[in-house]
């Protein structure tokens, strides 16, 4: 079955660039996501992008995919410590429910 | 826009007891699905909904779990009985067709069954 895997913890100084880590099994995954989740709340989306493409930015946010690795990584440039919370990669299936699958949660803690 | 609206907030209840989650989507979204997340895993799909009708209910503990969506909107999860084992945050998300890319969460109903 499906598989995603992250390192569980990062930490990061203020104002440093922040890069997270993930790697899936699904070759056929169409997409993939990076939500963030703060303590106590639901799960915010990032960003997400194409299978086809292999970078894609959105302001402080750059992913990077390695499709031929089945690697996928999140930049936050400039981190604040606003940017603490667990970071989630998922891959969608590509076929039939299209459901997530998710890592188990990188957590980014900030340091002032 | 309104979000994805989940009640409780939170629940606690002793294990053999019944537990019900209610989970209002995004209005015009028909895709609505269930999650549950144990503390310190990713969130793992129990059962997906399109309209009134299910899409997916492979990883669903059907002997425990239940889930309606009844008229296409809202939506009911239930656990009867419950085990400790089901302690956990159950987080509901919506999208607009099941192919749409964006899938929006709820803040999740956090249960602790002792």
């Known amino acids: 079955g499906e598989d995603v895997e992250q390192s569980l913890f990062l930490s990061v100084r203020e104002g440093d660039s922040s890069v997270i880590n993930c790697t899936y099994t699904?070759?056929?995954?169409?997409?993939l996501y990076w939500y963030k989740q703060e303590p106590g709340a639901g799960l915010q989306l990032l960003t997400y992008?194409?299978?086809?493409?292999d970078m894609k930015q959105d302001q402080r946010l750059t992913v990077l995919l390695n499709k031929k690795d089945k690697h996928l990584s999140l930049r936050i440039a400039d981190t604040q410590t606003g940017d603490s919370a667990i970071y989630f990669c998922?891959?969608?299936?590509?076929?039939?429910?299209?459901?997530?699958?998710f890592g188990k949660g990188t957590k980014l803690s900030v340091i002032p | 826009e309104a979000g994805v609206a989940q009640s409780p907030r939170y629940k606690i209840i002793e294990k053999r007891q019944s537990v019900a989650f209610w989970c209002n989507p995004i209005?015009?979204?028909?895709?609505l699905y269930w999650y549950q997340q144990i503390l310190g895993q990713g969130p793992k799909l129990l059962i997906q909904?399109?309209?009134?009708?299910?899409?997916?209910d492979s990883q669903l503990p059907k002997d425990r779990f239940s889930a309606e969506r009844l008229k296409g909107v809202d939506s009911t999860l239930k656990i009867q009985p419950a085990k400790l084992e089901d302690s956990a945050v159950y987080l509901c998300?919506?999208?607009?067709?099941?192919?749409?890319?964006?899938?929006?969460f709820g803040p999740g109903t956090r249960l602790t069954v002792t």
């Open positions: 998300a919506s999208s607009r067709p099941s192919g749409s890319m964006e899938q929006y």
């Open positions: 909904f399109q309209n009134n009708g299910v899409v997916d």
């Open positions: 699904d070759s056929s995954s169409t997409y």
């Open positions: 209005s015009g979204h028909a895709t």
């Open positions: 998922a891959e969608r299936d590509g076929a039939g429910s299209y459901q997530l699958t």
């Open positions: 992008i194409f299978s086809n493409m």
